[in-house]
């Protein structure tokens, strides 16, 4: 971001930005930043709080103002803390409901077909009650999400859009899918102020999460560098790896 | 959080190892106050309109975002997993703050703001973002921009 803003202000622009790592930002040495204490992908602290973004947006865009530079200027307040309470959702879905003679796999894909269905009526109704949804980069649905993955993890190797490499698909089917679940907890629940604890909830309590992860071994098992790349970094966050490692490892 | 102190050991060193580029320059444009500038967003979260090309891979260019844009057109194509999605997915303003920008404007806070917005996709290096860049500097100019505020995700 930093190297953006000496591009922009050679170019006769003024430039102020919002750093998320310090660290970052004394090295590339932006004209004006304003290093926010705020977690990864919240760049103005919480959602749903006019009065606090307002407050990071008017300071940062107040070291336009400044006299003379570079100058990193530290936001002195923490996001506000959630009142979220614990999480009620209706998931997990047992596995153990399934019929005696499948396998584990295909428990598992019996189990998430059922998630989903219970899932879809809450995202209707954050639809209906937002008017917005932030699903929808891979252009299927959540059913077509589920039965995509279902083929995927039993061997079919075969991308739903023409317009995209199977790689590709499956990377914005499992954004999709997750955006899906975070809007149907997020209308339950009421309050979504506390990522951490809805993170903690989608990868270790859904068996979407199990889903994406054998996904991830599926990509891992696939040689070319597309589907390397899906599965080392782009499916499965560095800091819930640990929840998905096989037995004795 | 954000805050290196806060992170788990591992995850505060692969952050601390990510290519980041120095200058020797320290490029300086001043201007009027806050109340008379006109103020474009660049932020690099990888949002885009819902039918427009989502990012891949490696993309070094942008996607031009219209300032009275629905909320619901605005989707995310970023191509990491390591940051949180659900304050975006909850009020696009944690991440693009559009309409606190717009309110900005409505009490006299700023002088106004640019029509048209951008997005880059950061998981790629910023330096193969330069050309793209700089030319879009000169379209903003031509739009009578004098501030930019870029947002990092």
């Known amino acids: ?249 | 959080m954000a805050r290196l102190d806060r992170m788990p050991e591992d995850e505060r060193k692969h952050l601390l190892a990510l290519p980041c580029p120095s200058f020797t320059t320290a490029p300086w444009v001043s201007g009027p106050g806050l109340s008379q500038r006109k103020i474009a967003l660049i932020t690099t979260a990888g949002l885009h309109r819902r039918d427009d090309r989502p990012f891949g891979v490696g993309a070094a260019d942008y996607r031009i975002i219209p300032a009275d844009i629905p909320a619901n057109d605005l989707v995310m194509s970023h191509i990491s997993t390591n940051f949180d999605r659900t304050g975006f997915q909850q009020d696009l303003n944690v991440v693009f703050p559009l309409d606190r920008l717009r309110e900005f404007v409505a009490g006299k806070i700023i002088g106004s703001m640019s029509e048209f917005h951008y997005s880059f996709m950061g998981a790629t290096d910023p330096v193969q973002m330069e050309a793209a860049t700089r030319d879009l500097a000169r379209i903003m100019k031509a739009e009578q921009v004098d501030s930019v505020l870029l947002v990092p995700v």
């Open chain 1, 1 to 249: 971001m930093g190297a953006l803003s000496h591009y922009l202000e050679e170019e006769g622009l003024a430039t102020t930005q919002i750093s998320l790592i310090r660290e970052h930002t004394e090295i590339t040495r932006p004209p004006r930043a304003l290093w926010v204490p705020f977690e990864l992908g919240r760049p103005f602290g919480i959602p749903n709080n006019r009065d606090f973004q307002a407050k990071v947006l008017l300071q940062v865009l107040s070291l336009l103002e400044a006299e003379k530079g570079p100058v990193l200027l530290d936001f002195p307040e923490d996001a506000p803390l959630s009142d979220m309470q614990p999480l009620p959702f209706v998931c997990p879905i047992s596995f153990g409901n399934a019929a005696e003679d499948l396998n584990a796999t295909d428990r598992m894909l019996n189990a998430f077909k059922d998630e989903v269905s219970q899932i879809r009526s809450w995202y209707d109704l954050s639809l209906q009650k937002t008017g917005r949804t932030t699903a929808g980069i891979s252009g299927l649905s959540l059913e077509e999400i589920a039965g995509f993955f279902a083929a995927f993890i039993n061997g079919e190797r075969k991308s739903p859009a023409l317009e995209r490499t199977l790689a590709t698909a499956l990377r914005m089917a499992a954004e999709d899918l997750k955006a899906c679940y975070f809007e149907a907890l997020a209308i339950q629940t009421g309050d979504t102020g506390d990522s951490s604890a809805m993170a903690d909830w989608f990868w270790g309590k859904t068996v979407a999460a199990q889903i994406i992860a054998a996904l991830r071994i599926a990509c891992l098992a696939i040689p070319e560098n597309d589907f390397q790349l899906l599965g080392k970094l782009l499916l499965v966050p560095r800091t819930k790896l640990h929840l998905f490692k096989p037995a004795g490892a």
